[in-house]
């Protein structure tokens, strides 16, 4: 695996494998690698010849008061694992490299980005949308490979990618979970023994939902229910039921159903989802 801190020095490379026709999947993370972003390396080698990892902790996804300052980084860890996998590329820029003279781009999320975890975090997925673009920017990838676990961040994405970057491909890759269900996450880091004991009943909650909603209960019904159970381990940011494809109220025309939440435990802030093909409900 070849470690590229600048970006002229990725580009030298990229270019070599433009010259030998080689196709070329993105693979963006912040570090403090699971088994969930390996999932993702996985997922970038059957679709491409090329895979370029970057590992850069983006300063303007995080607002004030959150956790950029202590976010989980191994970055010894991550470049073993990386090799492991035959990675092809490492890109680990400064942050001067992303945004030089700290230019302030319109990247505007529009809606999607205020609702659900937007909420909470108004400025979270317009720093998500503007580091992706300065990364599309600089790999040109024909591919680039995002978790299903941050549904609202894929989402956006997607949108930013129809708007602005047709050329490239998003594939997803379905959440991994630990043996319990609890849905992998660097930030999961944050646990005490004691509150990782309890984690799992985040999923198993949605997982309930998922099983009321398909054995016919109401919709609203169900989301109130799954708030409740919720409430009782957990401080709830947020738990709905919609339609996966849009992220909007579920009608007649959804095919896809998700029921996503966010919720707070100790110091961290847990996110999950399931989603599932609308059969009864
Ligand atoms: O999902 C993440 O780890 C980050 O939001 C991403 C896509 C790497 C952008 O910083």
Known sequence: MQIFKT??????????????????????????????HLSLINKAKECADVVVVSLFVNPTQFASGEDFEQYPQSPGEDIENLQQRQVDALF????????????????????????????SRPTHFKGVAQVVARFFDIVKPDIAVF?????????????????????????????????DGLAMSTRNNYLSVKERARAPLFYKALREAREELESGADIALAAKRALAALSKSFVVDYVEILDANTLTEITHKSEEIIIISAVRLGGARLIDNIVFRRANV
Do not use: F, W
């Not at 580009?11 to 070599?16: A, E, K, Q, V």
């Not at 997607?158 to 379905?174: C, D, F, G, M, Q």
């Open 7 to 36: 970006v002229e020095s990725l580009n030298g490379y990229l270019d070599g494998c433009r010259e030998r026709a080689q196709s070329v999947a993105l693979v963006p993370t912040m570090g403090g690698l699971h088994e969930g």
């Open 92 to 119: 680990m820029p400064q942050i001067a490299d992303i945004y030089p003279q700290s230019q302030e781009s319109d990247y505007d999320v529009g809606e999607l980005g205020q609702i659900l975890c937007g909420i």
């Open 147 to 179: 978790g299903e676990k941050d549904y609202q961040q894929l989402t956006i994405i997607r949108e930013l990618a129809k708007r602005k970057y047709n050329t490239i491909k998003i594939a997803s890759v379905p959440i991994i979970r630990e043996p």
